[in-house]
């Protein structure tokens, strides 16, 4: 993902000062106020129990670092998983990334063993990278990494175009559409964008344009051409952002997606009056006329609702 991990320390971790039950006799005298989800694993002795959260964070991302070099994936994993349960963002979006595209050392053989190969998992995939958003947006946007940010939404476009279906994992897809949402409000406040550098700007446009892509893409899934049609347009008027490779293609995509949706919205408005014949009812805009329906028997009539249909079929046919 373009960080060298034994560098990197976030910039603020989340700390529940919390205070747990004993486990264990391992865990027996170790100290628990900075607990978030699990407790530190301290067994190996390699890990001193009175570093503070960021330094630890820092030491088992440095931990993980040699085991990705000496092709311990196992082992990497792990520490990556205790490092985000420990509210680090960018473990979080390591495991994104690492469940995304898989990770196999170049000697791996059939003979090698399952720890040699880390397997593609798409649903764990977008739920590390939902939590490094959310983790992220605990975070004052001061401080906000928006190259980290960028690769991370570069990640969950690629899960929703290519990799998760929009009826089976409809509960997992719905939640990631409300992160983005959320995203996409504050990266456009008038405060955000007054203080970021040029170059965060442009990454910020870039950003938004994976986000607007992926609720435009949601809207035509759902057939819900007339919003799809709307927003492909917005994130079409943001224009090249000269900076991410990927959020210009979605760009040029968009404006082929506006060019079809606009043709096949002209080709399928219904020929007749968009009045409904029942109540006299008469939209008001595109959107309202496409929730008018035609009388299967006629064609030649529009309603309202399927109780002025019904009245109308009663009555005239």
């Given at each position: 993902?373009g960080?060298?991990?034994?560098?990197?320390?976030?910039p603020?971790?989340?700390?529940?000062?919390a205070?747990?039950?004993?486990?264990?006799?391992?865990?027996?005298g170790?100290?628990?106020?900075r607990?978030?989800?699990?407790?530190p694993?301290?067994?190996?002795?390699?890990?001193?129990s009175?570093?503070d959260?960021?330094t630890?964070?820092?030491?088992?991302?440095?931990?993980?670092?040699r085991?990705l070099?000496?092709?311990?994936y196992?082992?990497?994993?792990?520490l990556?998983?205790?490092?985000?349960?420990?509210?680090?963002a960018?473990?979080?979006?390591?495991?994104?990334s690492?469940?995304?595209h898989?990770?196999?050392?170049?000697?791996a053989?059939?003979?090698?063993?399952f720890k040699?190969?880390?397997?593609?998992?798409y649903?764990?995939?977008?739920?590390?990278?939902?939590?490094?958003?959310?983790?992220?947006?605990?975070?004052?946007?001061?401080?906000w990494?928006?190259n980290?940010?960028?690769?991370?939404?570069?990640?969950i476009?690629?899960l929703?175009?290519?990799?998760?279906?929009?009826e089976?994992?409809?509960e997992?897809?719905d939640?990631?559409?409300?992160?983005?949402?959320?995203?996409?409000?504050?990266l456009?406040?008038?405060?955000?964008?007054?203080?970021?550098t040029?170059?965060?700007?442009?990454?910020?446009?870039a950003?938004?344009?994976?986000i607007l892509?992926?609720?435009?893409n949601?809207?035509?899934l759902?057939r819900?051409?007339?919003?799809?049609?709307?927003?492909?347009?917005?994130?079409?008027?943001?224009g090249?952002?000269?900076?991410?490779?990927?959020a210009?293609?979605l760009?040029?995509?968009?404006h082929?997606?506006?060019?079809?949706?606009?043709?096949n919205?002209e080709?399928?408005?219904?020929?007749?009056?968009?009045?409904?014949?029942?109540?006299?009812?008469e939209?008001?805009?595109?959107?309202?006329i496409?929730?008018?329906?035609?009388?299967?028997?006629?064609?030649?009539?529009?309603?309202?609702?399927?109780?002025?249909?019904?009245?109308?079929i009663?009555?005239?046919?």
């Open positions: 993902m960080h060298d991990l034994s560098k990197f320390v976030d603020i971790v989340v700390v529940i000062n205070v747990v039950e004993k486990e264990s006799n391992d865990t027996k170790l100290p628990s106020r607990i978030t989800t699990i407790a694993n301290y067994n190996s002795g390699e890990l001193d009175s570093l959260v960021s630890l964070i820092s030491t088992l991302l440095e931990d993980a670092e085991k070099k000496s092709k311990d196992t082992a990497y994993v792990s990556l998983q205790r490092t985000s349960n420990l509210g680090s960018f473990a979080a979006a390591k495991l994104g690492l469940y995304l898989g990770l196999q050392g170049s000697s053989s059939k003979e090698s063993s040699d190969i880390i397997l593609p998992n649903e764990l995939s977008a739920r590390n990278y939902f939590l490094a958003l959310k983790l992220i947006n605990l975070i004052n946007y001061t401080l990494d928006m980290l940010i960028l690769e991370v939404f570069i990640g476009t690629e929703y175009r290519y990799q998760l279906d929009r089976s994992d409809f997992l897809w939640d990631g559409i409300t992160i983005l949402k959320q995203f996409d409000s504050t456009n406040e008038s405060q955000f964008i007054r203080f970021q040029h170059e965060n700007n442009q990454i910020r446009k950003c938004r344009v994976h892509f992926n609720l435009a949601t809207k035509e759902d819900d051409f007339v919003d799809a049609l709307r927003i492909y347009q917005d994130c079409e008027n943001i090249l952002t000269s900076i991410s490779f990927s210009d293609k760009i040029k995509k968009s082929t997606k506006v060019r079809l949706l606009q043709k919205l080709k399928g408005i219904p020929n007749v009056l968009p009045i409904c014949v029942q109540c006299d009812f939209p008001k805009s595109t959107k309202e496409w929730k008018l329906l035609v009388c299967a028997k006629c064609q030649r009539v529009a309603c309202c609702s399927r109780q002025c249909l019904q009245l109308h009663a009555n005239d046919h």
